[in-house]
């Protein structure tokens, strides 16, 4: 790289964080400051060029079909209820155990994250009505932080992930098989954070009961209360809800594992069961509402992504043209570094990108710039996309600004930054012992892509 190519790309970076400062959307602020780039570089009519045709290059690939079919498909699931029906079956069937309602929110979280393939969204979202029946059940406020905030990142992993399917595009990856691969580690974050939630839950009790004992001791065995309280398990199964929520499962990701459809025509069959199963679950006179009601917020969904996309596509292009993208695989090359030494330092460089982006932000910028690297070490790519995903979501709820954190303690002023670090710091110590065991035990990515039929 030149003098004049890094004192462009300095200026472009300080130009993206500024006018994220000022809350403009995130996809417009790559666009703008790597547009900006490009007329430094290149001048105005290269810019005007980018502009022009990026828009239309993103969004012409074939392969992003798949995005508004699963994002209908999520949409119209939700407005039949059976995400709801997800989240009462969850707090039926974890209500006995200890810390019943914060799995329960963990399981809702998962739902609507893989819904809406965005963390930022889901915490919002769920922060007031998790936070309260959390709170309500007597598990603190520092708990609720947590779970809410960790819960967000759950929906990256289980089919249908948005992000994962923008990897696979960006990364020229096998989509189906990124998302058969996600399936194992998704339900190895779920246990990890359940089983987070338990112990908190547990000690917690422990110490309550131990200092109820000692104030009945003090106070000659006048009987003191204990502070925790049972989470109610009256919650009505909706039982069909929950079958509806299988076949739609079966019928989008199942046919990818058994190689009878593509990922973009599973994707259509889910979106077409799901609205089957919407106008079977909804009556008549409500039809017209509630494909109304889904198809505008799907629209609203697919266009934020849409931009993201187009925006970092921008932004790639002014990297390229820097320099800045061959110059760090150069340094990294050069380096002659052990191959999971370089794994290591590239996923801590996604660590200080939740600062400012969300998920899918992230992924669209440091997936064309880590995936050659690493993939030139011989690292498997599905196993790699998972492990970058992974992190990236993690970035999230990391301090000292996990972006997730801020949106959850704007949702719930009373929580406080202070708490609610603290309250996510077990679950980001859950996280790292997750990705330590994907990266020491591959097979649990690689198992269902290699047993499956998906291309």
């Known amino acids: 790289m030149t003098v004049d190519s890094i004192v462009t790309l300095a200026l472009v970076i300080v130009l993206f964080l500024g006018l994220l400062a000022v809350r403009l959307h995130v996809g417009l602020s790559l666009m703008l400051a790597g547009l900006a780039g490009v007329v430094v570089l290149r001048g105005t009519g290269a810019a005007v060029g980018t502009a022009a045709n990026q828009p239309y290059s993103t969004a012409a690939d074939y392969s992003l079909t798949i995005i508004p079919l699963f994002i209908v498909m999520g949409v119209l699931a939700v407005n039949a209820g059976l995400a709801q029906a997800g989240f009462d079956f969850a707090s039926r069937v974890l209500g006995r155990l200890p810390g019943g309602s914060a799995l329960a929110s963990l399981a809702g979280s998962g739902l609507f994250a893989a819904v809406t393939g965005s963390s930022v969204a889901t915490v919002a979202t769920m922060a007031?009505?998790?936070?309260?029946?959390?709170?309500?059940?007597?598990?603190?406020?520092?708990?609720?932080?947590?779970?809410?905030?960790?819960?967000?990142?759950?929906?990256?992993?289980?089919p249908p992930s948005i992000v994962l399917v923008l990897y696979g595009v960006v990364a020229s990856e096998s989509i189906g098989q990124?998302?058969?691969?996600?399936?194992?580690?998704?339900?190895?974050?779920?246990?990890?954070?359940?089983?987070?939630?338990?112990?908190?839950?547990?000690?917690r009790r422990r110490r309550h009961r131990a200092e109820a004992a000692e104030t009945d001791a003090?106070?000659?065995?006048?009987?003191?209360?204990?502070?925790?309280?049972?989470?109610?398990?009256?919650?009505?199964?909706?039982?069909?809800?929950?079958?509806?929520?299988?076949?739609?499962?079966?019928t989008s990701i199942g046919t990818i594992y058994l190689g009878l459809a593509t990922p973009t025509e599973a994707a259509s069959f889910g979106a077409l069961a799901a609205l089957i199963i919407m106008l079977l679950r909804v009556r008549p006179p409500q039809w017209i509402a509630r494909l109304k009601e889904s198809v505008t917020e799907a629209i609203g969904l697919t266009a934020m992504t849409f931009?993201?996309?187009?925006?970092?596509?921008?932004?790639?292009?002014?990297?390229?043209?820097?320099?800045?993208?061959?110059?760090?695989v150069d340094v990294?090359?050069?380096?002659?570094?052990?191959?999971?030494?370089?794994?290591?330092?590239?996923?801590?460089?996604?660590?200080?990108?939740?600062?400012?982006?969300?998920?899918?932000?992230?992924?669209?910028?440091?997936?064309?710039?880590?995936?050659?690297?690493?993939?030139?070490?011989?690292?498997?790519?599905?196993?790699?996309?998972?492990?970058?995903?992974?992190?990236?979501?993690?970035?999230?709820?990391?301090?000292?600004?996990?972006?997730?954190?801020?949106?959850?303690?704007?949702?719930?002023?009373?929580?406080?930054?202070?708490?609610?670090?603290?309250?996510?710091?077990?679950?980001?110590?859950?996280?790292?012992?997750?990705?330590?065991?994907?990266?020491?035990?591959?097979?649990?990515?690689?198992?269902?892509?290699?047993?499956?039929?998906?291309?």
């Open 178 to 203: 990124l998302l058969l691969g996600g399936i194992g580690p998704g339900l190895l974050t779920i246990l990890a954070y359940a089983a987070t939630a338990m112990i908190i839950v547990s000690v």
């Open 307 to 328: 931009l993201l996309m187009t925006g970092a596509g921008v932004f790639t292009y002014f990297l390229a043209l820097s320099g800045a993208s061959a110059a760090l």
């Open 128 to 158: 007031r009505v998790s936070t309260d029946a959390i709170v309500k059940a007597g598990l603190g406020l520092r708990l609720a932080a947590g779970v809410v905030c960790a819960g967000g990142t759950l929906g990256v992993l289980i």
């Open 332 to 455: 990294v090359v050069n380096a002659d570094l052990q191959p999971y030494l370089v794994l290591v330092l590239c996923l801590l460089l996604l660590l200080p990108l939740g600062m400012f982006l969300d998920g899918i932000s992230m992924i669209l910028i440091a997936a064309p710039l880590l995936h050659p690297i690493l993939t030139g070490y011989d690292f498997d790519g599905i196993w790699l996309g998972i492990i970058i995903v992974k992190v990236a979501e993690m970035a999230l709820i990391t301090p000292p600004v996990g972006m997730n954190a801020f949106v959850y303690s704007g949702a719930v002023p009373e929580a406080g930054l202070g708490k609610v670090f603290r309250g996510i710091g077990p679950f980001i110590l859950a996280d790292v012992v997750v990705v330590a065991l994907l990266i020491a035990v591959p097979g649990i990515v690689t198992f269902l892509p290699e047993l499956s039929s998906a291309t």
């Open 218 to 250: 003090a106070d000659g065995g006048g009987g003191g209360t204990s502070t925790a309280t049972r989470t109610d398990t009256a919650t009505k199964v909706d039982v069909m809800g929950v079958v509806f929520l299988g076949v739609i499962f079966g």
